[in-house]
């Protein structure tokens, strides 16, 4: 599935760069969620302005639900996030791993350093400027890229889960062509979202203390405790990794440039020298830029996504305990209530709702769990492989490169 | 790296550093491809092994240690005018002195390209030990000379030597030729804060490092040395090499009276740098000094960049162990078994990666770092001699100025009638004569002292450079080989996950 799309960043009222590409198919993480003929859902397009995003959301489906077979429909970040959060507060999705919301695109740090090019215009000369918008340019472009991916991601998985799919806020989210004024959540409701997630961590903690009857779920909930936290660690370093490896590739182009300024004042036959030696960094500069951005693209990025997805399942983890907890502390309401004679059907029907949650719960989390590893060893598999297959073309490009220079430098002896 | 296999003697630890950094040589040796798979340490070079750069491709710094033979009637004074010949070390082929190389004329310069001679002398420095405690504590390093010359008196010559030694040895220099428009190679730098930890004793990474960068500054400052002819004949020169006592320097210290004169000195040259106006009649000097300066600028820079890059290939080498590390952890706690086994296959290539990452900094370092700084301090002292001209000059001018006042005495006392203070003024006429013929001689031998160093200076350039990034080059190709190997040995673990 080919996509377009533009890239505008505007500084003040002059546009600085206009640059329209078209990438491969998305949906890095996962990897069998574009076969299904019924819903297919992706962004065909994408629009960034000074503050947001706004994301073409395209959908293909031959359910009759849907006015049309093909429409498409523009959203904006604060939208995906009401429909997550919809999910998450939608008691008959308790069973469920609600696919992680995406991050917040964050330009941020590339129009600060836009903004000190800008400033900077003065003191540099026309090569250094030129090339430094150029890298900018490239990085506001990786950012971008990744925004997209990580929204397409989402509704991808929202479109391929079996009773999300069905959804009627998704419905609305695809098909409805006007705004949703879904404003972002103000002061108020965010310090509520913070006190909640603050019970929340400390009934997890009681919940998780419950020992679980069933040794599947006492499995997982170990095993997703521990997982979570070195996932958390792996992303982390990943992340400090390729930093130092940017900034290598950073100090690499300033030693290129002085290179060549040194091959054109040299007098001795050392100027010939240093241009090619500066061409070659030049290029193999790029190439390791090029290396960075595809480890953070396949290491990175999936390390941070089953941060977020093993996170969503510790949270059904979570909801089915509470059930469970709910389901005891009925059922010791129940024989209270028989002993005392009073209130009896009153705590049977509490009982029983609660028996039927926890079951339901238990039953879909079961195969909620067991897809989440499916997919996960899916999704590392291919992302390793694609990386080893990376890094190999990429040392190899740089070996030729280097191996060539040396050659013509040795003939020059 | 030199003498890796006294560095393993050195008293002050034996670290995993140490450990590496033979590694490190070894691994850089032993990785690129050749017949001849050449150990660095002074003991183990014989004369006929090492050569320029053409024909050993292992010796990361076979320009320390050229084979040049002299055998030419080249044993004159130092002061005489007779030219010597601009050395260039040319084959590895034992010393036969070339027969063309006698025939030379007084006048010839840049001619002397031509006429090539060989030296014979290959010097290391090595097993650097700490002599003392505490505050007065000091490092030792063995000084090794190798030769066949004549003018030393022994084959092979041992004796231990002091930084501050070093130091006094190129401050004698300096005081005798710079004046002359010799380009004296400038000793390595103080650093009071590496010294205080050396001194204090901690025996810590950092330290082991400083110790390590500044004998190899130290060994490349004597060879740069005697590859300068004149210099290679100075008694101060020899007795440095040879004598097992030397007097200690101890003018060399920053705070001593000859080192406030040093600086007060300094200060005052940097005055009259800015009073003097030269007239240039020579389009060369002005040419040649706008390009050093010009080079100057670039090369401070690129050395900037390249400790930049030094310094991030470090925290890169560092960020990637941690990363393996947490990846072997993740690799742990995955219960899915083949994605299990294929992460503790991503961290051992990590960890692998981050050696390389490593050994490539310390190539990024020693090949290139120091060669920039190194020609920095050279240039200077290029400058420096350049200036040294612009003060003959001015000398010239000032006797020619000193002239003109005494004739105009002169020229009033003849219409006075005082005849003995004319006679005086005749002399003294006489004596400033002398003075400006003098000034002037020195002039056009300090200008043409420098055009032949010049001469040489860049040539030695254009070799080091040439000789250094292309091993530095070498370097990189070895890292993505490595990496290679690597990831080929990973992605059929990765495709094994089912």
């Known amino acids: 599935m080919k996509q377009t799309f533009c890239v505008i960043f505007k500084k003040e009222s002059s546009i600085i760069a206009v640059d329209s590409i078209s990438c491969g198919p998305h949906c890095l993480m996962n990897v069998d969620l574009q076969t299904d003929a019924t819903l297919q859902v992706d962004i065909s397009d994408a629009l960034s302005e000074r503050d947001k995003v706004k994301f073409t959301v395209h959908t293909k489906s031959t359910l009759p639900n849907f006015k049309q077979n093909e429409f498409s429909v523009v959203r904006q970040h604060e939208e995906f996030i009401w429909l997550h959060d919809s999910f998450v507060e939608n008691e008959e999705y308790a069973g469920y791993i609600i696919p992680p919301a995406p991050p917040r695109p964050d330009f941020d740090a590339s129009r600060e350093k836009l903004q000190k090019l800008g400033e900077g215009e003065g003191s540099m000369t026309k090569e250094e400027f030129t090339k430094m918008k150029q890298e900018l340019e490239a990085e506001y472009l990786a950012i971008f890229k990744k925004t997209v991916a990580m929204h397409e991601v989402f509704l991808c998985r929202v479109a391929a889960h079996p009773v999300l799919r069905k959804d009627l806020n998704f419905h609305v989210f695809l098909e409805y062509n006007q705004d949703l004024s879904v404003r972002g959540k103000n002061k108020k409701e965010r310090l509520e979202d913070f006190f909640k997630n603050v019970v929340k961590s400390a009934d997890g903690v009681l919940v998780a203390g419950v020992k679980d009857v069933d040794d599947f779920f006492e499995h997982e909930k170990t095993f997703l405790l521990e997982y979570h936290n070195r996932v958390k660690e792996a992303s982390a370093k990943s992340d400090r990794k390729i930093r130092s490896h940017k900034n290598a590739a950073d100090d690499i182009n300033r030693i290129a440039s002085t290179l060549y300024t040194l091959g054109t004042q040299d007098s001795t036959d050392l100027c010939k020298f240093f241009l090619k030696v500066s061409e070659l960094f030049e290029k193999t500069r790029k190439i390791e830029a090029r290396v960075a951005a595809d480890e953070d693209l396949k290491l990175a990025d999936l390390l941070k996504y089953y941060l977020r997805e093993s996170q969503a399942a510790k949270d059904l983890l979570y909801r089915r305990g509470r059930a469970l907890v709910d389901y005891e502390n009925a059922n010791k309401a129940l024989d209270k209530a028989r002993a005392k004679n009073k209130d009896v059907l009153q705590a049977e029907t509490t009982q029983q709702v609660c028996c039927q949650k926890f079951e339901k719960i238990s039953e879909s989390a079961k195969q909620e769990l067991i897809d989440f590893k499916t997919r996960r060893v899916a999704a590392f598999r291919k992302n390793l492989v694609e990386l080893a297959e990376l890094e190999l073309k990429h040392a190899k490009g740089n070996l030729q490169l280097l191996q060539s220079c040396l050659g013509v430098l040795k003939g020059d002896t | ?443 056009e031998q300090i200008s043409k002292n420098i055009r032949r160093e010049v001469g040489r200076f860049e040539k030695d350039r254009v070799k080091d450079f040439r000789v250094v990034i292309i091993k530095y080059l070498e370097s990189l190709v070895h890292t993505q080989q490595q990496l290679i190997k690597y990831w080929e040995a990973f992605l059929p673990e990765a495709k094994a996950i089912a």
């Open chain 2, 1 to 443: 790296m030199r003498s890796t296999g006294s560095y393993a003697h050195q008293r002050c630890v034996a670290c995993a550093q140490n450990i590496s950094n033979q590694k490190l040589v070894q691994g850089i040796l032993d990785s690129i491809p050749s017949p001849e798979a050449a150990c660095l340490s002074a003991e183990d070079i014989s004369p006929s092994s090492n050569g320029p750069r053409d024909d050993d491709p292992d010796d990361l710094f076979a320009e320390a240690t050229e084979e040049v033979s002299l055998d030419s009637p080249e044993r004159q004074p130092i002061l005489s005018d007779g030219p010597s010949p601009a050395i260039t070390p040319v084959t590895p082929v034992m010393i036969s002195p070339r027969v063309d190389v006698f025939d030379r004329s007084p006048d010839q310069d840049e001619d002397e390209e031509e006429n090539r001679d060989t030296f014979d002398i290959q010097i290391s420095v090595s097993d650097p030990e700490k002599v003392g405690d505490g505050m007065n504590a000091y490092m030792v390093y063995k000084v090794t000379t190798k030769t066949s010359l004549s003018i030393f008196s022994r084959d092979e010559v041992c004796v231990k030597r002091r930084f501050s030694d070093f130091l006094g040895l190129y401050s004698k220099l300096a005081s005798k030729y710079m004046h002359m428009g010799y380009i004296v190679p400038p000793a390595p730098e103080k650093s009071i804060v590496g010294m205080t930890k050396v001194k204090v004793g901690k025996e810590d990474l950092s330290s082991v490092e400083f110790v390590e960068k500044r004998r190899s500054a130290l060994e490349r400052y004597l060879l740069r040395t005697v590859k300068h002819p004149a210099l290679l004949k100075d008694p101060d020169v020899l007795q440095f090499l040879e004598s097992s006592e030397l007097p200690r320097a101890v003018s060399t210290q920053a705070l001593s009276g000859a080192g406030i004169l040093r600086m007060v000195n300094k200060a005052a040259d940097a005055v009259n740098k800015m009073t003097i106006k030269m007239n240039e009649s020579d389009a060369w000097f002005e040419e040649k000094q706008q390009q050093f300066e010009n080079l100057d600028v670039q090369l401070r820079k690129l050395h900037a960049s390249v400790e930049s890059l030094v310094c991030h290939r470090k925290e890169l080498s560092v960020n990637t162990a941690s990363f393996a590390k947490s990846a072997a952890m993740l690799g742990n706690s995955e219960d899915h078994t083949a994605l299990s086994r294929a992460l503790s296959q991503l961290a051992e290539v990590e960890e692998k990666i981050d050696q390389l990452h490593q050994d490539q900094s310390y190539a990024d370092f020693y090949l290139i770092s120091e060669l920039l700084g190194d020609y920095v301090r050279l240039i200077t002292a290029v400058k420096g001699v350049f200036d040294q001209r612009m003060k003959a000059w001015a000398k010239w001018q000032d006797a020619q100025v000193m002239l003109q006042r005494k004739r105009e005495a002169e020229a009033k006392l003849q219409y006075a009638n005082k005849p003995d203070k004319l006679q005086q003024a005749t002399d003294e006429i006489r004596e400033w004569e002398g003075k400006v013929q003098q000034g002037e001689r020195d002039f």
